[in-house]
C-alpha cells in the first residue's frame, strides 16, 4: 500500500532478536522520505516508549520555531 504523501511512520525495534530490524532497514531503504527506523537495544517498556515520545515531541517543537 501507499503512504500518504502528508504522513511520515516511525518505527521502534525495542531490541527485538529476530530479524525484525533488518526488514525494518529495507523498508527505509524503499521509502526514506515517508520512513523512519529507531533500533534500541533491548526492550526498556514504558520508559522506551516515554523517551520516543518525549524525543519526537521536542523535535516537532524546536522545528516549529
Known sequence: QKIASDSFILFVNDGSKDNTYQELKSLFKAHSDKV????????????????ITFSLFLFAFTTLE
Open 36 to 51: 523512519s527506523v529507531v533500533n534500541l537495544s533491548r526492550n526498556f517498556g514504558n520508559f522506551g516508549y516515554y523517551f
